[in-house]
């Protein structure tokens, strides 16, 4: 009864919250930038997400089969058979279908096969085909084809296996992400569309289990890179140095079984981590040679090698490794001290716009500081690449249909979260009671990314909007009840901890801005011509400066300088900012999925921003590349700079104009500009400085 009422009551809150908004932004953006707006944010889900494998062909023939042989492969596929001659034909037709671009060679090692398998393969071109003298059983098989490698990567792949397109791409990919992977092994995937396995898990008792085991290959839980205890070697990668300076699979365990976990354990010894890899798709058809039985045959040997596993590794698994009874969601993830719970409008386009950076760069952050890190978006949409790229960075990305129901789902996963992030106060506000009831362990952080209610109140105070003066009020009264209600509040800059330092003086709040890298430097004054606007015109102030900057202050430049060009940069326009292209000397780029080639070829970045809130991602951006900017009180405000050292400052079309000119002709004050730019990233806007109030939150957070 009590989850009921409390369902119902966050469905209302967050239908007020949502007719709030939309008013907002019919008053904004008219009707019909609202409902682009709308259509945008409700991205649709990417429908039924069950993998339908490819099934290998029945084909017992060679014809027609051909595989790569480079002269240098950056992979050797070791294939370890012993009959199953139709198996091994499939897994080898995969191979050469997959369309992967990493140059790889493919050796199968018979060992001792009584099929046509030893007449057959050596004719198949471009394969390596080794045939043991005598069985050695699949550890002394596998170790025999290392020997043969010449790839920088060996991939032990199983003959009763189906590799998807991109398998090997992906799987490579994760040492390249990741430089301290030792092993990265395949989601392996049952023909029939189950999962088999996303990573294994090694109890204390030495007891394996493979995660995921007959669920959704699909479900958000199982897409995202993790460190995990082991990968079962029907498919895993690991560099030939590393392998070869652990003298390969251990023949203790011969012929079979424990081998794949063992040679985790020594990986892991090393100080690398083994990561479950979930693009890289295999299809295993478990048991078509050894059978699954562990009562006869060579299956026997499981049960007889985790005694022996025992043995070597007892101090290790009893310090490490969680009882049977922690249960498989407890022992999933391996090296994460927290967990924490992200909640955002919708999935961060890092490349569209400066909140979706700041986020993802948090998100980066949280899981080098250890964090297991759960995101899911208010839209609840899976957005494509973008979701995609968070599960690449480790995050548990979730969406529709999983996250159908979320006094549902809070109730079933809300008792492991340490902390919450909650972003935006139309996102946090709805949820807050129910994160209260139940996550009762979490602390809870209200990140503003900015403060809203400060940026409507200029805009409205622009506009000479009563209407907007009243929403402005309103949201106010929501972000500071949040404010006093959250554990702790995030601001962008120094100015609005201050401001907030008198709306809520018993508040705790600290400042979490934005996140750049230092770039690589670029050309010189010299070697670059032009001015560049950058915005995503979804945000209404960007609109706003853009028009003004176009049709105020850009005329006023040209009359002392005709033909400068200006590079108009933005996602999301609406037909006015498009209409600008038409100018011979603006040229309108729309997206731009890499700024870096503009923002090395530009000789000065502008932000003519008449109103806004928070911490301004476009000065950052053009400052972390060296590049100098000119812009407004409002563009630069909380960003530490001083004008006429980091940038210059210009509040009217005249003055901006001024500025302008006087940049783009004083190489001297060009360079001045630019190495000031830099540092003024160095010095507070680099991950590093982020650093210091995440590490002092967590290490409040109880250890679990």
């Known amino acids: 009864m009590r989850s009921g009422l409390q369902g119902l009551a966050f469905r209302l809150r967050r239908l007020r919250s949502l007719g709030g908004r939309a008013v907002t932004s019919l008053r904004v953006r008219g009707w019909a930038g609202t409902l682009e707006r709308w259509r945008q944010r409700r991205a649709a889900p990417p429908g039924d997400n069950r993998l339908l494998p490819r099934s290998p062909s029945p084909s017992a023939s060679g014809a027609a089969l051909r595989l790569p042989r480079p002269t240098t492969p950056r992979a050797s596929i070791i294939v370890p058979v012993?009959?199953?001659?139709?198996?091994?034909?499939?897994?080898?037709?995969?191979?050469?279908?997959?369309?992967?671009?990493?140059?790889?060679?493919?050796?199968?090692?018979?060992?001792?096969?009584?099929?046509?398998?030893?007449?057959?393969l050596p004719t198949v071109p471009g394969l390596v085909f080794l045939r043991n003298a005598k069985n050695l059983g699949f550890i002394g098989a596998c170790n025999a084809g290392a020997a043969k490698a010449r790839g920088e990567f060996l991939v032990f792949l199983n003959n009763d296996t189906t590799v998807q397109p991109g398998w090997l791409d992906a799987l490579l990919a994760t040492f390249d992400q990741y430089p301290d992977?030792?092993?990265?092994?395949?989601?392996?995937?049952?023909?029939?569309?189950?999962?088999?396995?996303?990573?294994?898990?090694?109890?204390?008792?030495?007891?394996c289990w493979n995660y995921g085991r007959f669920e959704d290959p699909a479900h958000p839980r199982f897409n995202f890179v993790r460190e995990v205890d082991y990968c079962s070697g029907a498919s895993i990668a690991i560099r030939r140095e590393l392998f070869d300076s652990l003298d390969g699979f251990d023949a203790f365990y011969a012929p079979a079984y424990y081998e794949d976990t063992d040679l985790a354990m020594r990986v892991r010894r090393r100080g690398l981590k083994v990561r479950y890899q979930p693009a890289s798709v295999v299809v295993h058809h478990e048991g078509v040679t050894s059978g699954t039985d562990t009562g006869s045959g060579v299956k026997a040997y499981q049960v007889a090698n985790q005694v022996k596993f025992v043995q070597r590794w007892r101090e290790v698994l009893a310090g490490e490794h969680q009882p049977p009874s922690a249960g498989a969601?407890?022992?999933?993830?391996?090296?994460?001290?927290?967990?924490?719970?992200?909640?955002?409008?919708?999935?961060?386009?890092?490349?569209?716009?400066?909140?979706?950076?700041?986020?993802t760069a948090l998100l980066r952050l949280l899981r080098e500081e250890g964090c297991s890190v759960v995101f899911f978006p208010e839209n609840r949409a899976h957005d494509g690449a973008y979701t995609n790229a968070l599960q690449q960075l480790g995050v548990e990305t979730w969406w529709h249909p999983w996250l159908a129901d979320v006094p549902r789902w809070l109730a079933?996963?809300?008792?492991?979260?340490?902390?919450?992030i909650g972003s935006r106060h139309y996102v946090l506000g709805p949820v807050l009671p129910l994160l209260r009831s139940q996550a009762p362990h979490a602390r809870v952080v209200f990140d503003t990314v900015d403060l809203h209610f400060l940026r409507e109140q200029r805009e409205a105070e622009l506009a000479g909007d009563t209407a907007g003066l009243r929403t402005a009020a309103r949201t106010r009264k929501?972000?500071?009840?949040?404010?006093?209600?959250?554990?702790?509040?995030?601001?962008?800059?120094e100015a609005e901890r201050l401001l907030l330092a008198g709306e809520a003086p018993d508040a705790r709040v600290d400042v979490v801005s934005n996140i750049h890298d230092i770039a690589e430097p670029g050309p010189g004054f010299?070697?670059?011509?032009?001015?560049?606007?950058?915005?995503?015109?979804?945000?209404?102030?960007?609109?706003?400066?853009?028009?003004?900057?176009?049709?105020?202050?850009?005329?006023?430049?040209?009359?002392?300088?005709?033909?400068?060009?200006?590079h108009l940069v933005g996602g999301d326009s609406p037909p006015a900012i498009k209409a600008l292209g038409q100018h011979p000397d603006i040229h309108f780029h729309?997206?731009?999925?890499d700024l870096g080639p503009l923002l090395r070829e530009v000789r000065i970045s502008v932000a003519p921003l008449r109103y806004g809130a928070g911490v301004k991602g476009k000065v950052n951006q053009a400052l972390a590349h060296g590049l100098p900017v000119v812009a407004t009180t409002c563009a630069?405000?909380?960003?530490?700079?001083?004008?006429?050292?980091?940038?210059?400052?210009?509040?009217?079309?005249?003055?901006?104009?001024?500025?302008?000119?006087?940049?783009?002709?004083?190489?001297?004050?060009?360079?001045?500009?630019?190495?000031?730019?830099?540092?003024?990233?160095?010095?507070?806007?680099?991950?590093?400085?982020?650093?210091?109030?995440?590490?002092?939150?967590?290490?409040?957070?109880?250890?679990?």
């Open 329 to 359: 969601e407890v022992a999933s993830e391996r090296g994460r001290k927290h967990r924490v719970l992200v909640l955002d409008a919708c999935t961060p386009t890092p490349d569209r716009d400066s909140g979706s950076l700041r986020m």
């Open 478 to 493: 929501a972000e500071l009840a949040l404010v006093a209600q959250a554990d702790l509040t995030w601001v962008v800059s």
């Open 590 to 593: 729309g997206y731009v999925p």
């Open 526 to 566: 010299d070697g670059r011509e032009g001015l560049l606007f950058v915005g995503g015109f979804r945000h209404p102030p960007n609109v706003d400066a853009a028009l003004w900057l176009a049709t105020d202050i850009l005329p006023r430049i040209h009359a002392r300088h005709p033909g400068l060009p200006l």
């Open 82 to 120: 012993y009959n199953q001659l139709h198996m091994t034909l499939a897994c080898l037709r995969a191979l050469a279908d997959s369309g992967d671009g990493t140059d790889f060679e493919v050796i199968v090692v018979d060992d001792g096969s009584s099929d046509a398998t030893a007449q057959l």
């Open 412 to 420: 079933q996963h809300g008792e492991r979260f340490d902390l919450v």
């Open 636 to 704: 630069v405000e909380g960003m530490h700079l001083v004008d006429g050292e980091d940038v210059l400052v210009a509040d009217d079309a005249d003055t901006f104009a001024d500025a302008v000119l006087r940049l783009h002709d004083d190489a001297v004050l060009w360079s001045r500009l630019s190495e000031g730019g830099l540092e003024n990233t160095r010095r507070h806007f680099s991950p590093d400085v982020v650093r210091a109030p995440l590490r002092r939150l967590l290490d409040e957070l109880p250890g679990r």
């Open 181 to 207: 992977t030792g092993l990265a092994g395949s989601k392996l995937v049952y023909p029939d569309g189950q999962l088999q396995e996303a990573g294994g898990i090694i109890f204390a008792d030495g007891s």
